[in-house]
């Protein structure tokens, strides 16, 4: 049992539970689904399974009904393998998270956290384009950072609402998410193109753009887990972290820099 709790609790943080995946819609996984939940989910059988379940899962939201899709994913994956086909995905979603809502939807998808995830993933993706914007023009013109950042603000509103109200299209999603990322690329390569021999530190800068875009490779991508506990969206997520600490050195860097700039023009004022 604690073998088993242990691999699922890093399962967890590696795929957010979800339906439309190939392994979801398989009949073999579906109907062990339904036989495990009428054998294990009520009565006396569930009030066994609350009974041995460990604390940090019961915390965490894990049912018996979660369980059953756990247990039944591996009893199909081992039915690919012994028929020699390709391992399935199950339970697969691409999202570009923040870290925060990203950790509590990995820990238990609900309708909630799946749209907090999505939502807070486009946010911090706007946010950068006007970070982006600010340091490129807003330092020079403040009121055409202030306009821009009202765009993205409508921008956001009308994403979220469209999602929220009319249809939540991971398709979609998907797509605007792509767009808004590409420019984000663009236009900081394009600055720190410009600026790489007056400003050394901007090469940290690019190097931080390069490294996520390739590393969102991982999130269009799909392979079966490695050990079957890492899939492409935690490497993903583990590949982030210190590329975001490259980039905090970027912006302290630059930080000081504009410091002693605005430092020298007060002394010639």
């Not at 039944?72 to 028929?83: A, D, H, P, R």
């Not at 023009?137 to 009308?158: D, K």
């Not at 939540?168 to 767009?179: E, M, P, T």
């Not at 875009?213 to 887990?225: A, H, I, N, R, W």
């Amino acid at each position: 049992m604690a073998g088993r709790t242990a691999r699922l609790v890093l399962l967890a943080g590696a795929a957010a539970l979800a339906s439309g995946s190939q392994g979801d819609r398989e009949p073999v996984y579906r109907d062990c689904v339904h036989r495990c939940e009428e054998r294990n989910c009520s009565g006396g059988a569930l009030r066994h399974f609350r009974s041995r379940q460990p604390i940090y899962m019961s915390l965490t939201g894990w049912t018996c009904q979660d369980d059953c899709k756990y247990e039944c994913m591996w009893v199909t994956v081992g039915l690919y393998l012994k028929e020699g086909h390709r391992v399935p995905q199950f339970h697969g979603k691409v999202s570009l998270n923040a870290w925060f809502w990203s950790t509590v939807f990995h820990t238990k998808d609900t309708d909630l956290t799946e749209k907090m995830d999505y939502f807070c993933a486009s946010t911090v993706i706007l946010h950068s384009v006007y970070l982006c914007c600010v340091r490129t023009v807003g330092l020079q013109h403040p009121a055409v950072a202030s306009a821009f950042r009202a765009l993205l603000l409508l921008m956001l509103t009308a994403h979220v609402s469209y999602l929220s109200l009319v249809h939540f299209d991971y398709g979609y999603n998907l797509a605007a998410n792509v767009a808004i990322g590409l420019v984000n690329v663009v236009w900081w390569l394009a600055w720190c193109l410009r600026n790489r021999r007056r400003l050394p530190h901007v090469r940290k800068c690019m190097v931080v753009v390069l490294l996520l875009q390739g590393l969102s490779l991982l999130e269009l991508l799909d392979f079966p887990p490695l050990f079957w506990v890492l899939d492409a969206h935690a490497i993903w997520h583990i590949s982030t972290i210190p590329v975001h600490v490259l980039f905090f050195s970027f912006l302290e860097d630059d930080s000081l820099y504009l410091l002693k700039e605005s430092e020298a023009k007060f002394k010639l004022d």
